[in-house]
């Protein structure tokens, strides 16, 4: 559950630091790693998606990206 202390980390970062940065880049990190962990988890099991529906890790991070304003 590394992406669970990500998230509490940047938390911490916005309350207690006031660092909205590392707050940012901490939750991206959760993000992205729930995302991977999802995915590893459903490949497991051989599941997948049709073809052109799973968003690659460049467009889902990009998405992120414009989120985390």
Known sequence: ??????FMKAEVAIRLKSN????KDLMLSGVKKS???????????G???PAGLEPSEVTYTATL???MI
């Open 20 to 23: 909205p940065a590392a707050a």
């Open 65 to 67: 990206g414009a989120f």
């Open 47 to 49: 599941q997948s998606l």
């Open 1 to 6: 559950m590394s992406w669970f202390t990500d």
């Open 35 to 45: 995302i991977t962990r999802v995915r590893s988890f459903s490949n497991a099991l």
